[in-house]
């Protein structure tokens, strides 16, 4: 009997794209490939029998800016954005340079780091942090969708059948005060790895908006909390930097983390954030 082969198709547009995938259902996308082939350290790589490549599609690399957002195309590499320096806010920025090597990052793609299916990857918590958009299509529809709506709490993310992350969406505001971590070991990703991002802004000495967010196995945001000190006066007082840290512990006490560790370091990096408003 003769051995199936894999199948390699390479569209040059999105209607392409949805041909093939609609006569291969089962034919898995990639792009940089660097998923594909993580954690296989052989000669010959296993694949999946039926493969979509998406590097020809010039429309999933494109960028736009206009005065309130910018918009990356999914296959765009790290690298790339990463070229866009200043223009893009400090916390995805710091991400992305934090995310494994030069190597790594001129093949890897946006895209394939928000849609990982095992965990968020490197770029999910400060897209989260800043609201960013993510736009979705199908052969005949088309929709957005908030990337903190992307994905639950634990699972992969909420993509339909047949449908594809196209663009992302950022939109383009000034941040005063950032907090970037990143935890794992020199094996990340993995169970104790995760992303951290706290961002602020204020105008004329009041705290006008907070956002935090933290992605690995899990993913964990409360808009209602970050909203409780909205408004307060810049330098924060201790004491209110202290509830908002104890409004933090009640809200995980019951929630999944992998491991205690884990938790405890997502408390003390709100912690270190907020106290860090009190300067």
């Not at 990356?72 to 790290?78: C, P, Q, R, S, V």
Request: glycine share 8%; aromatic share 8%; proline share 5%.
């Amino acid at each position: 009997m003769d051995e199936l082969h894999n199948q390699v198709f390479s569209p040059g547009s999105l209607p392409e794209l949805f041909s093939s995938w609609s006569r291969f259902p089962d034919a898995v996308l990639f792009s940089g490939g660097t998923e594909l082939v993580r954690g296989q350290g052989g000669l010959v790589f296993r694949l999946p029998r039926n493969l979509i490549a998406l590097g020809r599609i010039e429309e999933l690399r494109r960028f736009s800016r206009t005065e309130r957002f910018l918009d990356i195309g999914a296959t765009a590499t790290l690298s790339e954005i990463l070229a866009l320096g200043k223009i893009l806010p400090e916390a995805l920025r710091r991400a992305i340079a934090e995310t494994a090597n030069p190597q790594v990052r001129n093949l890897a793609t946006i895209g394939g780091n928000i849609c990982c299916p095992s965990r968020r990857m490197d770029t999910f918590a400060p897209l989260v942090a800043l609201d960013a958009r993510l736009e979705l299509r199908t052969a005949v529809s088309s929709r957005w969708i908030s990337a903190s709506r992307f994905a639950p709490a634990f699972g992969p993310p909420l993509l339909g059948a047949n449908e594809l992350l196209t663009r992302i969406r950022l939109p383009l505001e000034t941040w005063d005060y950032c907090v970037h971590r990143r935890l794992g070991t020199s094996r990340w990703p993995d169970d104790e790895g995760a992303v951290f991002s706290f961002i602020a802004r204020a105008q004329k000495g009041i705290l006008s908006d907070v956002r935090m967010a933290f992605a690995g196995k899990t993913l964990v945001r409360d808009r209602e909390i970050d909203n409780a000190i909205i408004g307060k006066s810049l330098p924060l007082e201790a004491r209110m930097a202290t509830a908002f840290v104890d409004r933090w512990r009640t809200a995980v006490a019951e929630a999944q983390f992998p491991s205690g560790l884990l938790k405890d370091r997502f408390l003390n990096l709100v912690e270190q954030a907020v106290f860090g408003l009190c300067d």
